[in-house]
C-alpha cells in the first residue's frame, strides 16, 4: 500500500509517473532494454530528452531568449558554480537570505569573490520574507541571488523581489512549477528535481542565453553551464534515468491541465491547512507571518516537543509520513509539493482535529 506522503525532499512522485516507468522498466518501447540501458548518444534516449526539455518550454512558455539545460550534483553544486560562472573578479554579487540554503548559497559565492547580503533578518529569525523596499540592492551587482521558497522555515516570495538591470538568479528547488512565472524576469532559474519535478540527481536549469554566453572562461570547461548549453544536456552523460522520469511526471502535469491547474490545486490544498491551523491555534501555532506563508512546506508548533513527537508517530499509524519538521527547525512541516493530492491534505486536517481534541 502507498503511503500518503508529505516528505520535504525527495518526496513522492505522482502515481501515474511511477507506474508508467514501472511498466516500462524491463522493455522500454519494445527496444528490449530499459531507458536505463540505452545509450545517451542513441536516438530513443534522445527523444526522451528533447521531449523533457519540450515540454519544460510547453509549461512554462519559455520564450526564445531563454533555454532548458539539465546538470548534475545537486541545487547545491549550483551554489558553487553560479559565482564561478558568473562572479568576475571585481564585482560583487547580491543575496537575498532568506534561509538555509540561502546562507548556504552565500557561504559558498565568498570562497571565489567579493559577495554583499542585500537582505537577512536583523533578528536571525526566518519567519518572513523582506519586503521590496527592505532590500539593499547593488546596482552595480554582478548578479542578484534569491530563493524562492524556503523548504525549511515554510517561507515564500508570493512576489518575487525585482533586482531592477542586475540580472536575476533564483534558487527555485522547492517551489519550481507549483504555478506558472514569467521566465522573462529572471537570468537564471535553478531547481533539484527531487521536489517538484522528479528524483533527484538531475538539477534544471532555465537561464537567459546572452546571461549564459557571457560567463567566466577562465574555469574547466565542464563547469561552464554554456558547455551543456552548447551540447543540448548531452556534453557528458547525463541522469537519463531520472530526465526519464522528469518526463513522465512533465507529460503528466500537461495532461492535469498545465501550470494554472496545478496553480489552483496547490491555493486549496494551502487554504485547507492553513485554515484548520487557524481554526485550531489555540493547539496549533503557525510561526511565519501571514503574508510570508509558503504553500508548499507548511510548518507549525504543537504545546510541547513530546506532543509533537506523538502527532508525527500517531499520523504513521494512520498512514502519513514525513511529517518532522527539519531537523534544524524542529516542529511539524508538511511539504505538499504537486504530487500530494488535495484528499491527502483533507485526511490531514481531519488527524489535526481529532488530534487537537485528544491532546488540548
Ligand atoms: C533542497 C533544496 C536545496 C538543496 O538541494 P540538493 O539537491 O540537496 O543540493 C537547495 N535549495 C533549496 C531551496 C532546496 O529546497
Same mark, same amino acid.
Given at each position: 500500500?502507498?503511503?500518503? $506522503? ?20 524491463? %522493455?522500454?518501447? &519494445? ?17 526522451? *530528452? ?10 512554462? =512558455?519559455?520564450?526564445?531568449? *531563454? ?26 554579487? %547580491?543575496?537575498?537570505?532568506? /534561509? ?16 554583499? +547580503?542585500?537582505?537577512?533578518?536583523? %533578528? ?5 520574507? !523582506? ?7 547593488? !546596482? ?10 524556503? +523548504?525549511?522555515? /515554510? ?5 518575487? !523581489? %525585482?533586482?531592477?538591470?542586475?540580472? *536575476? ?58 558547455? *551543456?548549453?552548447?551540447?543540448? @544536456? ?31 490545486? $496547490?491555493? #486549496?490544498?494551502? @487554504?485547507?491547512?492553513? =485554515?484548520?491551523?487557524?481554526?485550531? $491555534? ?6 511565519? #507571518? ?14 510541547? #516537543? /513530546? ?35 488535495? #484528499?491527502?491534505? &483533507? ?14
Amino acid at each position: 500500500m502507498r503511503v500518503i $506522503n508529505f516528505n520535504a525532499g525527495p518526496a513522492g512522485l505522482p502515481l501515474p509517473a511511477l507506474e508508467q516507468a514501472r511498466d516500462e522498466l524491463l %522493455d522500454f518501447q &519494445k527496444t528490449g532494454m530499459s531507458i536505463m540501458e540505452h545509450s545517451h548518444r542513441g536516438a530513443t534516449y534522445e527523444a526522451v *530528452h528533447d521531449e523533457a526539455i519540450a515540454l519544460l518550454g510547453e509549461l512554462l =512558455g519559455i520564450p526564445s531568449t *531563454h533555454t532548458v539545460v539539465f546538470v548534475q550534483g545537486g541545487a547545491s553544486l549550483q551554489f558553487g558554480l553560479i559565482p564561478m560562472n558568473f562572479l568576475p573578479k571585481g564585482k560583487s554579487a %547580491d543575496y537575498v537570505v532568506t /534561509g538555509v540554503w540561502g546562507e548556504k548559497a552565500i557561504s559558498e559565492a565568498k570562497y571565489l569573490g567579493e559577495v554583499s +547580503t542585500a537582505w537577512a533578518p536583523a %533578528d536571525g529569525k526566518f519567519v518572513r520574507v !523582506p519586503k521590496p523596499d527592505e532590500i539593499k540592492w547593488d !546596482p552595480n551587482a554582478a548578479y542578484a541571488h534569491t530563493t524562492s521558497n524556503n +523548504t525549511i522555515y /515554510g517561507t515564500q516570495f508570493h512576489t518575487l !523581489p %525585482d533586482p531592477g538591470a542586475v540580472p *536575476h538568479i533564483c534558487d527555485m528547488s522547492s517551489d519550481f512549477l507549483w504555478r506558472p512565472i514569467d521566465v522573462s524576469r529572471f537570468a537564471f532559474i535553478y531547481a533539484g528535481a527531487q521536489k517538484n519535478i522528479g528524483p533527484s540527481g538531475v538539477v534544471v536549469v532555465v537561464a537567459n542565453k546572452e546571461f549564459l554566453a557571457k560567463r567566466r572562461t577562465d574555469i574547466p570547461k565542464i563547469f561552464q553551464y554554456q558547455t *551543456h548549453v552548447e551540447n543540448n @544536456s548531452l556534453y557528458n552523460t547525463p541522469n537519463t534515468w531520472g530526465i526519464y522520469l522528469c518526463r513522465n511526471v512533465l507529460q503528466l502535469m500537461k495532461k492535469q491541465g498545465g501550470l494554472k491547474a496545478m496553480e489552483s490545486k $496547490n491555493q #486549496e490544498k494551502a @487554504s485547507l491547512l492553513y =485554515g484548520a491551523l487557524d481554526r485550531l $491555534n489555540g493547539f496549533y501555532k503557525a510561526p511565519v #507571518e501571514k503574508a510570508s506563508r509558503s504553500v508548499m512546506n507548511i510548518v507549525f508548533r504543537l504545546p510541547s #516537543e /513530546g506532543l509533537e513527537d506523538k502527532f508525527v508517530s500517531e499520523a504513521k499509524k494512520a498512514n502519513m509520513i514525513g511529517l518532522k519538521g527539519h531537523r534544524s527547525a524542529g516542529g511539524i512541516r508538511v511539504s505538499a509539493y504537486n504530487a500530494v493530492s488535495v #484528499e491527502d491534505i &483533507k485526511a490531514l486536517v481531519s488527524f489535526m482535529e481529532v488530534f487537537s481534541k485528544a491532546n488540548g
